[in-house]
Structures are given as C-alpha cells and as structure tokens.
C-alpha cells in the first residue's frame, strides 16, 4: 500500500523524533527504524580507481545489477525511513534497471530523500532532470583529480571531460529549478599520493560546478590495503595542500570538511594507533568519542546482507529473510547497540575513526 505524501512525511518526522529519543537513552531494542537505509543498486563500474577496495582479482567476474524485481524485496520496512541511499560499490548509472528501481522507489515512498554517490561521467541531463524533478535529494560526485592528467593516473579513465561536461550542465539545470527542488550536492576526493598537489585547485573546479561542500577522504580510512598509494608518509604536504585547500574554499564560500586528522595529532592516525588504545602526542590516552551509527543506519548490499556500518564490515542478519524490522532489532544490532558506547567497545570500533574522533 502505497502512502499518502502528508501521511508518509509525518510518519518520517514521528520516527525521527522517537529515534532521537532512544538513541538519547542508548536503547538496545529499538521501536523506532533506521533513519537512513543504504541499498546497493549494482556493484559494477566504468572505473578502475587506483585506491577502491573492490576491484581486486578476487572479485573480478562477480559485479552485477540488482534488478526491479531483486530490489522491492529490500525495502520492506522501509516506510519511516527518512533517507534511501541508492547505490552501493560501484557505479549506479551504469545498472540499465536503475531507472526502473528509482520510478519505484519515489513512487512507493513519496517525499523520502533520495541520496546517491556517483562518478558523474553517465550523470547526464536526463538523469539530472530526473532528480530535480522529483526534488529531494543528496548528491556526491566522487571526482579525485582537478586536472585530466591526474583523473586519467587515478581513475584509470580518461573520462574527466565527460564528467566535467555533465556537472557543468547541473549547474545550469539547479539554477533553472531553484526554489523547486531540494538539494545538496558534494564532491569528493580521496587523498592520494598522485593527486594531493591538486587539493586546492579542487576546490576552484567545486566552484565552478557550484557544488555544496567539498569533502577529502583520507585513503587509509578506505582501503587499509593501498599503503603503496597512501599519502601517509606525506603528513607536511598533506597539510600544506589542506591548508590552501581551506584558503581557497573560504574564498569561494563553499563548505568543506575531512576526514584527514589535519589540525590534530597526526595524519597517520590509524596506523599509529593500530588496535592498541589511542595516544595522543604528549603519551595520554585519547578519550573515545560517541557513535551513533548502529541507531540510525543500516547498509543492505545486493545480495540482502545488512551491515552495520560502513568502517566495521559486521553483518548484521539478512533483509531478504529478515526484512528490515528484523535484521534493525536482531541480536548483532543490539549487542553492538548495547557495546559501542560502553566503556569497553568492540575492537573493531575501538580503532575506528569515529570512536577516534577523526571522522562524523
Ligand atoms: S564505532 Fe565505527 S565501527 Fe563501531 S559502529 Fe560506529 S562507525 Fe561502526
């Protein structure tokens, strides 16, 4: 039954409200759903990013698209939540359902946030008006690279002006639907050794797509594995460029944040604080910070298995079996409900980089 669009918005205001409060008291079993509800669309992509973590030989041959049909029984509990993200490990655009699956997803679930993370090269004006005509969505646009130069070293592609070209046409559209639609548009790059140097100019090219916010990703908080293509022992430069690269975003008024310790203790915090106890510069130990993420997200790959998050890899249950309701309230979620603030967190969050305070 699909809900009325007054009905399904205060049923998302009533479930964040409730949410807020059990996460306030640090419920373990949940009345409340997730407020954010990931659902990955398809694990292909047109890429070959220098740093991703799946696009090993082990994995080679086993991409796929989810489709329609695959899909709709993931969503099942998904009515109070206030955001879908619709894309997984891969490129979204390049699944030949995706428009079926999104036809489906504003039809059934009118008014929900749609958010999605692309590379932008197949982000073309049909899509762009797509968005913008259903009005209430997030975007990211995973870029790593000012120059073709750079992009072609780190994407594997030469695919830059393409992307240039749509992101360039998304301006112009958001302007003609300002007032209309809702929207937050961010582009990302991960920090790398090949592409550090164009961290500040990354910021202008975000200026002149008038995105949102800017965001840096340091590669170690993504792929533990690319230590070769890490930018860690590079900590003077890194800064340098994030120093200029914040410079140049207050010039341009435009938001920006990482996930790069910059002004702390370190750039190489996972690394220095490998599964041990945090340390700070002086020797103490760091305070752990809050996390909140097993009260308000749930990750469902394409094959229905649920994760907690997207630093811990922790499965959850299975949404095909469980559907949403069960898998939010199985007995993983409420264990780490009941652990991840407590003062001994699992290993696997104690090292984290939102226990660290390194990351939101
Ligand atoms: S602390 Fe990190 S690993 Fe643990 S639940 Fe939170 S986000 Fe996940």
Not at 142 to 151: D, M, V
Not at 195 to 211: G, K, P, Q
Request: charged share 20%; proline share 4%.
């Amino acid at each position: 039954m699909t809900l009325l669009p007054a009905v399904a918005s205060r049923l998302r205001e009533m479930n964040f409200e409730l949410n807020r409060l059990e996460t306030v008291f640090q419920k373990a079993q949940l009345v409340s759903m997730p407020l954010v509800v990931q659902l990955s669309t398809g694990t292909r992509c047109n890429l070959r990013c220098a740093f991703c973590t799946d696009r090993g030989p082990a994995t080679e041959g086993h991409y796929r698209d989810l489709t329609l049909d695959e899909f709709i029984p993931l969503t099942t509990g998904m009515d109070c939540s206030s955001t879908v993200q619709l894309w997984g490990w891969g490129e979204p655009f390049l699944n030949p359902h995706y428009g079926a699956i999104f036809a489906y997803v504003t039809e059934q679930y009118p008014g929900i946030e749609i958010n999605v993370s692309t590379n932008g090269t197949l982000f073309d004006e049909a899509w762009q008006r797509r968005f913008l005509e259903y009005g209430n969505f997030s975007l990211n646009v995973s870029i790593n690279a000012a120059s073709r130069e750079t992009y072609r070293l780190v994407a594997g592609q030469d695919l830059f002006g393409q992307m240039e070209s749509n992101l360039r046409r998304f301006r112009e559209l958001r302007e003609e639907y300002r007032g209309r639609a809702r929207s937050r548009f961010t582009v990302s790059f991960v920090v790398v050794r090949d592409n550090l140097h164009e961290m500040a100019d990354f910021v202008d090219l975000a200026a002149r797509f008038a995105a949102d916010h800017v965001q840096f990703m340091d590669l170690m908080h993504i792929n533990t594995h690319c230590p070769d293509l890490s930018a860690a022992d590079r900590a003077a430069a890194v800064k340098e460029h994030f120093g200029a690269a914040l410079e140049r975003a207050a010039a341009h008024h435009i938001g920006i944040g990482s996930f790069l310790p910059y002004a702390g203790n370190d750039y190489l915090a996972m690394e220095r604080y490998g599964s041990g106890a945090p340390v700070a510069d002086n020797g103490t130990c760091m305070a752990l910070q809050p996390c909140y993420e097993p009260w308000r997200t749930m990750l469902v790959g394409t094959d229905g298995m649920a994760t907690l998050c997207c630093r811990s890899g922790v499965v959850t249950g299975n949404v095909r079996q469980a559907g949403i309701a069960g898998v939010w309230n199985g007995e993983t979620y409420q264990a780490y409900r009941g652990a991840v603030n407590s003062p001994a967190p699992p290993e696997v969050c104690r090292v984290c980089p939102v226990k660290l305070g390194i990351s939101s």
